[in-house]
C-alpha cells in the first residue's frame, strides 16, 4: 500500500473541511483535504442549501469573524445574489433572502467553484473522489487514515487530524464513540416552477424544500448504511408524488432540475467532546472560545463555542469540525449550519497546525497559543 505524509489531513471537504484545511496551511502547515465526492461544500453545495446564515446575533451585531466572514463575502462571487447593502454589499443587491440580518445566498455549485480557489490560494492538496476507508492508532492517538480512490489503497500518516466529514467518520474509524439524535427528512431540491416556490432563485428556477420537523418525518438513530439509503429513497418518493400532482402538460414547466448529491441527515454523527454544548450554553461565555455562531432561528445573545468541544474524550491526535463536533440537542442546531462549521473550521485547522508544529497533542494545546492565531474571535 503506498504511503504519504501530512502535518495536517483534513477528513471532509464541506464548509467545515475547506476552512479547517485553509486554516492549517495558512500556518504553514503540508495540508491536505479528502472528499468522497467531487464537489466542495457539503451540504451547502451538495445539498442545495444556498443560505450563507446570519453572522450577526439578531440585535445588529456581528458575532462572526475570521473565515466565516471571508467565506460569507466570498460567496456570492459565482451567483446572482449579493451580500446585503447594510453588510458591505453593494447598493441595490439582491441578498435573495428577506430581512436585515447579515446573511445572503448563494449558487451551490459557484460556492464550490469559490471554495476550490480558496484551497489553491492556500496551497492545500485535494484528494476529491477519494473515500476513508479505516485508521490507525498508536496507542489512544490517530497516526493515519486509509483511503481508497482510482489510484488503489493509499494510508496517509499524519501529525495532526481534523474530522470534518459531518457524521464523524475519521474518529468513528479510530474506534472513538460516536452520537448521534433524531433526524427529519426535509431535503431541498432544485427545479424549475411556473409558480415561486420557498426560496426563489431566477424568475422559473427556485430551490424547493420538502418535509418539516414533525413526527412523522422523523428517522430515530442509529444510522448505517441500509437506514442512509432508506432516507434517500424516501426523499425520492415524496418528490414523486409532489411531481405526479401535475398533468403531464403541467409538468412541462414543472421538473425537477437536481437532486441532493448527498443524504441530509443534519445530525448524523458527533464526537463525545471535552465539552459538549447544550440548551443552556446560549449566552454563556467560555475561558477558551474559538468563535461565537448566531442564532439563525431567532434573535439570541450568541453562541460562543469552547475549544473543548473539539476535542474528543476518547481519542488523541484528532479535533473535530463542523456538524462533527460536542453539540447536542438545540445547540447541535445552532453549531451545525455554515457560519459555525466555517468558525469551528478555522479552530480546528488552526490548532491541529499549532499541534503538528509543536508536537503537542489537542488536549495539551496551551489555549492563549491558539487565541493568538485565531481570526474568528474579534478584536
Not at 211 to 225: I, L, T, W
Request: aromatic share 8%; proline share 6%; net charge negative.
Amino acid at each position: 500500500m503506498k504511503e504519504v505524509n501530512y502535518d495536517v489531513v483534513v477528513c471532509g471537504a464541506g464548509v467545515a473541511g475547506v476552512a479547517a484545511a485553509v486554516a492549517a496551511a495558512r500556518q504553514g502547515a503540508k495540508t491536505v483535504i479528502i472528499e468522497k465526492q467531487c464537489l466542495l461544500g457539503g451540504l451547502a453545495a451538495s445539498g442545495l442549501i444556498y443560505i450563507y446564515l446570519p453572522l450577526c446575533d439578531g440585535n445588529g451585531k456581528q458575532v462572526a469573524f475570521g473565515l466565516a466572514e471571508e467565506m460569507f463575502r466570498r460567496c456570492t462571487e459565482y451567483g446572482p445574489f449579493a451580500v446585503p447593502e447594510r453588510w458591505g454589499g453593494p447598493a441595490g443587491g439582491d441578498p435573495g433572502i428577506k430581512g436585515d440580518r447579515c446573511q445572503c445566498c448563494f449558487s451551490p455549485a459557484g460556492f464550490t467553484l469559490t471554495l476550490d480557489k480558496m484551497l489553491e490560494e492556500s496551497g492545500v492538496d485535494l484528494w476529491l473522489d477519494t473515500l476513508v476507508t479505516d485508521a490507525q492508532k498508536e496507542g489512544d492517538r490517530i497516526v493515519s487514515v486509509d483511503a481508497v480512490n482510482l489510484s488503489g489503497k493509499i494510508r496517509i500518516a499524519g501529525r495532526c487530524f481534523v474530522d470534518a466529514t459531518g457524521c464523524a467518520l475519521a474518529a468513528s474509524l479510530a474506534g472513538a464513540k460516536v452520537l448521534s439524535e433524531v433526524n427529519h427528512v426535509t431535503p431541498w431540491i432544485m427545479e424549475m416552477a411556473s409558480d415561486p416556490s420557498f426560496f426563489h432563485f431566477t424568475e422559473s428556477l427556485h430551490i424547493r424544500p420538502f418535509g418539516e420537523h414533525k413526527e412523522e418525518y422523523a428517522v430515530e438513530p442509529p444510522f448505517d448504511g441500509k437506514k442512509v439509503t432508506a432516507f434517500v429513497r424516501r426523499t425520492w418518493r415524496m418528490m414523486r408524488s409532489h411531481y405526479d400532482a401535475f398533468s403531464r402538460a403541467e409538468r412541462v414547466k414543472n421538473y425537477p432540475v437536481h437532486l441532493p448529491a448527498m443524504p441530509q441527515i443534519r445530525k448524523i454523527g458527533r464526537i463525545d467532546a471535552l465539552y459538549t454544548l447544550s440548551e443552556t450554553d446560549c449566552g454563556k461565555h467560555f475561558d477558551h472560545a474559538v468563535g461565537t455562531a448566531g442564532n439563525w432561528y431567532h434573535p439570541d445573545p450568541g453562541w460562543e463555542a469552547p475549544y473543548e468541544a473539539l476535542v474528543p474524550k476518547d481519542l488523541d491526535g484528532l479535533l473535530a469540525a463542523g456538524r462533527c463536533i460536542g453539540a447536542g440537542g438545540y445547540a447541535w442546531e445552532i453549531f451545525r449550519v455554515i457560519p459555525a462549521a466555517a468558525l469551528t473550521g478555522e479552530a480546528a485547522g488552526t490548532a491541529a497546525a499549532l499541534c503538528a508544529q509543536k508536537n503537542l497533542s489537542p488536549k495539551d494545546l496551551p489555549y492563549a497559543l491558539l487565541k493568538e492565531h485565531l481570526t474568528s474571535l474579534p478584536d
